[in-house]
């Protein structure tokens, strides 16, 4: 098994900053792309940042300045800073990591259970 766990959401407000992270755990033979996707209500999810093993970074526009996605190997874990956040920043925020469970398997997506970030104007 495998789990993704989310931690360091919660309510902040207008030009706060919040740090998320999410550490992948389990049967893990390798780790591969990880990343963060949120979903506000009423709204599509929508991808917010992606890094390589290597640390390259990729941030959709908004995130842009404000917004900064690291990871730890050592620690399979990836982190998300979150700077300068707006009211329109209140989402769901879910992690994601692409998963090598044994040599000879499938890559699989692995998803975290989402947590709750709330900005307040």
């Known amino acids: 098994q495998v789990q993704l766990v989310e931690s360091g959401g919660g309510l902040v407000q207008a030009g706060g900053s919040l740090r998320l992270s999410c550490a992948a755990s389990?049967?893990?033979?390798?780790?591969?792309?990880m990343g963060w996707d949120r979903q506000a209500p009423g709204k599509q999810r929508e991808l917010v940042a992606r890094?390589?093993?290597?640390?390259?970074?990729a941030l959709a526009e908004f995130a842009k300045g404000r917004f900064t996605i690291s990871r730890d190997n050592a620690k399979n874990t990836s982190y998300l800073q979150m700077n300068n956040l707006s009211p329109e920043d209140t989402a769901v925020y879910y992690c994601?990591?692409?998963?090598?469970?044994?040599?000879?398997?499938?890559?699989?997506?692995?998803w975290g259970q989402g947590t709750q970030v709330t900005v307040s104007s």
């Open positions: 890094i390589t093993p290597g640390g390259s970074a």
């Open positions: 389990g049967s893990i033979f390798r780790l591969n792309a």
């Open positions: 994601n990591a692409y998963i090598l469970r044994q040599w000879g398997t499938p890559w699989d997506n692995y």
